[in-house]
Each structure stands twice: as structure tokens, then as C-alpha cells.
């Protein structure tokens, strides 16, 4: 998976710079605990930070190869290229040669043989940065729905780039500060951030499905992928074939690794799918799910009408799995309270950070890989918010209907700067403005669409930026099949009616899937990650945030109103408002608490 960082300059000589691209890539070591690599040349300097996973011995970065009139590329590579065999194949039919096993080689040798276009061949999940001294260029490119991070910043006539804020901001040229539009990212669209926007001030996140060549001229970000309008004409059972041949395939190219390899199963029907996919694939599996203290009564949990165990149980048992429950206790969600922060440099969700935090740690203690049930919701049409013509309806973000905002804490003089209504209609235009749709459609197909549009590219990518910043915390490798971007390209035409069939939630999933799994399992309704509901907890986060409510030099208080925060913490609200939607006040306490933490380190900016 890996950690990449890097300088380019063609105006200074980058040779003498090793200690400053040290401490950059040092900051990198979570993502890749296994080896360093540094490598500098006179207008470029590459940081990578590994780990290991196809050829263990073969593939170290920053990888170089000889380019065009003898001069060297060389390449820094966070990720995995799922079709690399097709690719090595296609590339030694042309006459290129290969030294390792490595999916690195095969990348920069496909950018030797196709230039910046190499990324329109790949399949996979890869963040990279390339540099060609002959053309004395840089090409940065990301994953096409940004399953990997990317950031970069102009500096001072060059750019600085990494797989997370922190190995930027090591930049002694960069500043660790936010503007109010990075504010207004936080507590305006928290749970629809802007594709692109990193929050920093100065910094900017490579948009999925986008790549950035830069030289002596300039940055320039350009779009290679984005999912196209086209008519879907196939029956419901012959879309449910479709669907299953192509997560097949994907299942099968993504289980390829020189190390051990488990699943995430939480006993429902995404996990499940593809725990029984992998299952095919190997002698032995194991599966891994988490537990967190449950609601003071059974079943008063709303977005979780039953716990997981049983139905995680129930599908090791069947597929022959060893299965591991990882217990999250109170005390660990509260001491990990920051846990979010650390990993992903901006203020993250709580406990929804921390549990999976620990279920991660205990898989990385057996398995350098695992795989995700992740992004089968936004495919399948899971959410309520994409379902629920109330939701659908609304004049905002769909999941927004009857939701607050962190905005709505702010102090007013704050707010008249920020104007969070105002961003917030903006950014929804600018999201609609891209969605593809054909000539013709109704009103009701355009709608599908447009929520279709938003769940892949506003929603989406909080949820695969949590994963990927809190597995890679730990060094473990998280592979989500359903955020394959063939998978994307057919469903965003597969009409809201045929995925429900019948009325049923993701009826298409299910009828795909149903010969692989118990019925209990196929026909299971959607039960949420768990959020702690811990009575307990809750009390000690509620205590943390009075205690902070009595520092007058708290930082938090310069953004936010002081008595909101007290009469929204002590009226008993059912959930003060937080990044997420999840109806749990714990959420948005600890927003509160890692808001403050992270202003102690930034300075607003105006």
C-alpha cells in the first residue's frame, strides 16, 4: 500500500535538500512500516515509505527505469494495480522487459510505452507520483472514485506532494493554516466535503479520476474518468448475472498478494458477498468483525435493529471460516478519543474512528491485507437517503433532510463571514452541474441519476478516506471491491427500480448473491456500523466537553458560540450535530473536542 512524498523545483538544485524529504517521508512510516526509499535528482526529490506486498523482494521504491535518450523515470507508488499481469502482458508483446514481480515495474514501464494516458489502462486502487528528467516533468495521478490519497501544494515555482496533509505540511515552505472557506468546509459540508478540497490553506487534494502534469510552465489538473450516461435495457435477472460476473472478476483480482490475506465480515449482506467471493480463492480465510458497548436497551438502536454477531457467526460457519470478534470497551473508545485526528490531520468521527482502529490493529497482527464490504451501499442503493422520496426530494444534499450542521454552533460573527447556507447551495449546484445525463429522461430518472452522482462523489469519499486513513495508521491494506470503477460505470445506468426490485433494499445485490449465502444472510435488513450508545461513554464524552466548556482560552470558542455549545450539550438533544448523520450525540461531542485539539495546532486566516 505505501506511503509517497516528493518535491519538484525547476528552478533550484534539489540534490542537497535529503534532509527535508527525510522528515517528510518520515511521516509516512504508519503507511509503510517495511522500508524507506529516497531519491533525489537536481529538480526532483521522492520519499516512499513501504509496505510490502507484491514481491516482497522486487519491489522497493522509488523505482527507476531508463527513459527516453538514456535519461532516468523514476516513480513513488502507493497502491495496487489489480490488472498488472494483463498489462505485463500486453507491454512484453510490445518488446518491454520486466526485471521483478513487482505491479510498480509494470506501471512505470506502461508510462515508458503510453506517457501520462498509462492511467486510462489501469484497473485498481493507486495514488502515484512519476517524474521523467528527460521531459523534465511531473505526473500525479489518483484512482478513479479515490480509493488512495493524494495532496499536493504549489510552492515557490515548484510543488510539494504526499499521501497525507502531514507529509506536506513537514515542508518547511508550507504553513499549517485554514482560511474561512476551511472552515467552512468543516462545520458547512462536513458530511459532503469539496472533491479537491484539502482545508489547508495553499493545499489541494488531486480529485478521483484526475491526474496533474506539471513542468517549468505550470500545474495543470485534468479529468481521464468520470461514470457516463448510457441506456440500460437488460431485465432485472440479466442485470443480477451482469452483476455477479463482474464482482466475480474484480474478487479475483483483488485477492492476489504475496501476504496473508483476511476479511472484514459484519454478518451482513456486502460483507458477506464478498467474504464468500474470497472464500473460493483460498484453502484457509479468516474473518474479522468488531463489537462496540451496546444501547442501554436491546433494540433501541434504530440504525441498528440487530447486532452482528450471530449473522457474522453464522457465515464463517457456513463457509468453513475462522472467524475473530474484536471488543472495543468504553475506557478504549474514550482514550482513542483523538484517534481520528492523528491519523487523518483534520478533525474525524469519534468512535466510529477508534473501533475500527482496534478491529484493524488486531487483523494487521495476522494479516497484511483485508477486504472490505465498503461502497455496496452507494452502488446498490442502501441508504435511506436513496430511497426515501422526502430525502430525494430535498433542495440540498439528500442526506441532509432534517439534519443540522457543526455550522449551526458558530458564533454569528463567524457565521456572517462563512455564510454556510450560501456554501453549502453552492457546492450542491456545482455537483449537480456535473452529473451525465441523456437527452430525454424524465424528471424521475433525471433525480436517480443526480442521487446517484452525489453518493460516488460527495459521500462516498469521507467513508473511503476513513478507511483508508485509519487502516494505514496501522499499516494494513484494506481492498474494496465494490468501489471497482466498471462496477460504478455500470450501475450509475442500472435504473433505481431494477436495483429494488419488488420494493426490496438492494434486491440486485441479493438476487446476485443468493446462491452463495444463507437466506438469513441474503434477506437480512441493512444494520449501520456500530456507534457507541454506551451510557457510560456518552457521560464521560458529555464531561469532556463541560470541562472544555469552562477553559476561557479554548480555541474551539473562537469559531464557536460558547452558550450554543453549553445549551446544545446540556438540553439532552438526541444528537448534537457532528461531521456524519448518524443520530448519536457522541459523534458530535467528539467533533467538538478534536476541533479544538486541531485548532491548538493551525492558525485562521482570514
Known amino acids: 500500500m505505501c506511503g509517497i512524498t516528493g518535491w519538484a523545483d525547476w528552478a533550484r538544485d534539489l540534490r542537497g535538500q535529503r534532509p527535508i524529504v527525510s522528515a517528510m517521508t518520515r511521516t509516512q512510516t504508519p503507511r509503510g512500516p517495511d522500508a524507506e526509499g529516497i531519491w533525489l535528482s537536481r529538480h526532483a526529490a521522492f520519499g516512499h515509505r513501504r509496505l510490502a506486498v507484491i514481491d516482497i523482494e522486487g519491489g522497493g521504491q ?95 515555482g515548484g510543488i510539494v506532494f504526499g499521501s497525507e496533509p502531514k507529509a506536506l505540511l513537514a515542508h518547511p515552505g508550507m504553513a499549517a493554516e485554514v482560511d474561512l472557506e476551511g472552515i467552512a468546509e468543516l462545520t458547512a459540508v462536513p458530511r459532503a466535503r469539496t472533491p479537491g478540497h484539502a482545508v489547508y490553506r495553499g ?72 467474504t464468500a467471493l474470497a472464500a473460493r480463492e483460498f484453502e484457509e480465510l479468516t474473518s474479522y468483525s468488531v463489537s462496540v458497548p451496546a444501547p442501554a436497551r436491546p433494540g433501541s438502536d434504530l440504525w441498528r435493529p440487530s447486532p452482528d454477531e450471530p449473522y457474522a457467526k453464522l457465515v464463517a460457519e457456513r463457509l468453513g471460516l475462522k472467524h475473530s470478534v474484536v471488543e472495543v470497551s468504553a475506557d478504549s473508545l474514550v482514550e482513542g478519543v483523538e484517534r481520528g485526528l492523528e491519523a487523518r490531520d483534520l478533525p474525524g468521527w469519534g468512535d466510529l474512528d477508534t473501533s475500527i482502529y482496534h478491529l484493524f490493529r488486531t487483523v494487521r497482527e495476522q494479516c497484511t491485507v483485508a477486504l472490505s464490504g465498503e461502497s455496496a451501499d452507494e452502488m446498490f442503493g442502501g441508504y435511506t437517503w436513496q430511497v426515501d422520496p422526502r430525502y430525494i426530494g430535498h433542495t440540498l444534499f439528500p442526506w441532509m433532510y432534517g439534519r443540522r450542521q457543526p455550522e449551526s454552533l458558530l458564533r454569528e460573527e463567524v457565521r456572517r463571514e462563512i455564510r454556510p447556507e450560501e456554501y453549502e447551495a453552492d457546492r450542491y449546484r456545482q455537483a449537480l452541474a456535473e452529473v451525465p445525463h441523456l437527452d430525454g429522461e424524465d424528471a424521475g430518472r433525471r433525480r436517480e441519476r443526480e442521487v446517484f452522482y452525489l453518493g460516488l462523489t460527495r459521500w462516498l469519499g469521507a467513508l473511503l478516506d476513513r478507511k483508508d486513513r485509519m487502516s494505514m495508521a496501522v499499516g494494513l491494506e484494506v481492498r474494496v471491491p465494490f468501489a471497482d470503477h466498471r462496477l460504478a460505470e455500470y450501475l450509475f445506468n442500472v435504473p433505481a427500480g431494477v436495483k429494488a426490485s419488488g420494493g426490496t433494499e438492494k434486491a440486485l445485490l441479493r438476487r446476485a448473491s443468493a446462491d452463495l449465502l444463507p437466506d438469513e444472510i441474503v434477506n437480512r435488513p441493512k444494520s449501520a456500523y456500530p456507534a457507541s450508545r454506551d451510557p457510560g461513554y456518552l457521560a464521560t464524552m458529555r464531561d469532556l466537553v463541560l470541562d472544555l466548556l469552562g477553559e476561557p482560552n479554548a480555541p474551539l470558542f473562537d469559531l464557536m458560540d460558547r452558550e450554543k455549545v453549553r445549551t446544545a450539550v446540556t438540553s439532552g438533544l438526541d444528537a448534537l450535530p457532528g461531521p456524519i448523520t448518524a443520530r448519536t450525540s457522541a459523534i458530535g461531542l467528539s467533533y467538538l473536542l478534536e476541533l479544538n485539539r486541531w485548532l491548538t495546532r493551525v492558525r485562521v486566516v482570514s
Open 62 to 156: 522509488p523505482m527507476l527505469r531508463t527513459g527516453r535518450r538514456g535519461a532516468p523515470v523514476a516513480i513513488t507508488f502507493s497502491g495496487e494495480i489489480y490488472n498488472f499481469q494483463e498489462l505485463r502482458e500486453r507491454l512484453r508483446a510490445a518488446g518491454r522487459t520486466f526485471t521483478t514481480r513487482s505491479d510498480t515495474e509494470v506501471l512505470l514501464t506502461a508510462y515508458l510505452e503510453w506517457g501520462p494516458d498509462l492511467v486510462t489502462r489501469l484497473n485498481g486502487m493507486y495514488a502515484f507520483a512519476i517524474w521523467d528528467e528527460h521531459e523534465q516533468r511531473l505526473l500525479l495521478a489518483r484512482d478513479r472514485l479515490g480509493i488512495k490519497p493524494l495532496y499536493y501544494a504549489p510552492l515557490d
Open 203 to 274: 493545499m489541494r487534494e488531486l480529485r478521483p479520476g484526475c491526474r496533474l502534469v506539471a513542468d517549468a510552465s505550470g500545474l495543470r489538473e485534468e479529468r481521464y474518468w468520470q461514470v457516463e450516461a448510457r441506456p440500460h435495457t437488460q431485465d432485472f435477472a440479466t442485470t443480477a448475472e451482469e452483476v455477479r460476473a463482474l464482482l466475480t472478476d474484480i474478487v479475483q483480482r483483488q485477492v492476489v498478494a504475496d501476504v496473508p490475506v483476511g476479511t472484514l465480515l459484519s454478518g451482513g449482506i456486502d460483507s458477506s458477498v464478498i
